[in-house]
Structure formats: structure tokens, C-alpha cells
């Protein structure tokens, strides 16, 4: 798996970025944020059940992460068709405000080592990514466990620091450097 000081990969890929008819698919790719932190999330399956759970937070959380000078991308190993069907069918993901990426060729997911060995589908990774595309945080949560989304806006508060954060810090709170 790529971590921490690692470059992350170049992609290009097919995203849900709307429900509006017309404008539902967009292509993202690295080029498409600059000078922007990015968190990016992967989750297993589209129409699961821990799954949702964590999307909506993200979402919810939404402009935390921006008023962190970040963006988020959800990553699975489903396709951009599949992400519209759940989007449409799923009251707490029909207002996404980030895009839903579509790995389906497990091109990104292989190339940062989240793909799990028997089921081939995306682990829930969640990687920070720096505006110069330096992985600065890696983690991976096992299949059955959602994550807790308010640590990766603590994360990215202390990395963009540049100072010694020590256990527990909150923004606001004294740093070690």
C-alpha cells in the first residue's frame, strides 16, 4: 500500500457529480484541483450498509473540508451508472456535494494497494493528499467498521500546521514547534 510521503497516482475516471439530467457525469482527474489538500475516501460496495453511513458524513461534513482549502472524492470500485442508481435511490446521498469517483477498472484502487485480496473490492482507505500530491496521511479501516470522519478534519488541521501536533490537539490548541 502507498503511505505516507508517497506521490499518489495519476487518474482520470468517470464520476457522479450531479442528479441533474444531462450533467450527472463528469471525468475527474488529479489536474482538476490545484493548490487544493484532497481527502480521498474508498469504500467497498455501492447499496451496502456501512457504506452510506460513512458517504453521508463526509458529506455532511462537507464544508469543513472546504473551509480547510481541501476537496473531497469518494472512491469505489463501482460504476458511474451504479453510483447514479444509489444516489437516486438513497435520500441521505442525493445531495452529495462531492463527486462519487468510479474505479472500475480498480486502476487507482490497485495502484495504492486498497484492493482486498479475496473480494477484489476497495478497503475503506482514506488518504490526504497535499497540493503538491504528497501522501501526508494513510489509513485503512477493516470491511466491517465505518470510519470516524471528524479525525481526518483534526488530521488535516494538524498537517497543515507544518508544526509538531501533539496527541489529541484540536485547531486552536498550543503545538509543539
Request: with cysteine.
Amino acid at each position: 500500500m502507498l503511505s505516507v510521503g508517497d506521490k499518489f497516482p495519476e487518474f482520470s475516471l468517470q464520476s457522479v457529480v450531479s442528479l441533474e439530467k444531462g450533467k450527472e457525469f463528469k471525468t475527474i482527474s488529479n489536474g482538476d484541483f490545484p493548490g487544493k489538500w484532497k481527502v480521498v475516501f474508498f469504500w467497498p460496495m455501492d447499496f451496502t450498509f456501512i457504506c452510506p453511513t460513512e458517504i453521508a458524513e463526509f458529506g455532511k461534513q462537507h464544508q469543513a473540508f472546504a473551509d480547510r482549502d481541501s476537496v473531497v472524492l469518494g472512491v469505489s470500485t463501482d460504476t458511474h451508472f451504479v453510483h447514479l442508481a444509489w444516489r437516486n435511490n438513497h435520500p441521505d446521498l442525493k445531495n452529495l456535494p462531492f463527486p462519487m469517483v468510479a474505479d472500475t477498472k480498480r486502476e487507482l484502487s490497485a495502484a495504492l494497494g486498497v484492493l482486498h485480496k479475496q473480494d477484489g473490492v476497495a478497503l475503506r482507505a482514506t488518504f490526504i493528499v497535499d497540493p503538491n500530491g504528497i501522501i501526508r496521511h494513510a489509513s485503512v479501516y477493516d470491511l466491517s467498521v465505518g470510519r470516524n470522519v471528524s479525525e481526518f478534519t483534526r488530521t488535516l488541521d494538524a498537517l497543515q500546521t507544518d508544526e509538531l501536533c501533539p496527541c489529541n490537539w484540536k485547531k486552536g490548541e498550543p503545538t509543539l514547534g
